[in-house]
């Protein structure tokens, strides 16, 4: 485990804020994926009903990371429509928190794959074209929820 929280420190400290936004989509895909996943048990524990609950908070925190990171003034209509997605995301969340719904968080999965697809080839294209400065406007939020993945 050290040497993972090790590589994973490493990953973060490292990482170009792109890469952040994408290792944060990684992680609430992961989230969501496991809370559906218990959702669908017929008979879930204790132990896997309380992993789902952790898992959807967390996904919610990585949302409202990712929300806050967003400059709206510079990022124009992109940043308000991800800033709209965001936001019904984290109402469908708080839906799905309350009564369980395997289907509408597996499109939440799909939803947040789609825009972390998005986000890779970003990086792709702003590295080739040398636009992607290792420092940025990630937020200590969301640079701090990178750091526990």
Known sequence: MINRDRYLENLVSTANPVRLVILLYDKAIASLKLAAEVMEKAEPSPEEINRKYEALGRAGEILAALEGTLDLERGG?????????????????LRVTARDDPKTVRRMVEVLSDLRRAWAEAEVNLKREGKLAPEGRVGERAAGLAATL
């Open 77 to 93: 209509e992109i940043a308000h429509n991800l800033q709209e997605i965001y936001q019904a995301l984290s109402v469908e969340l």
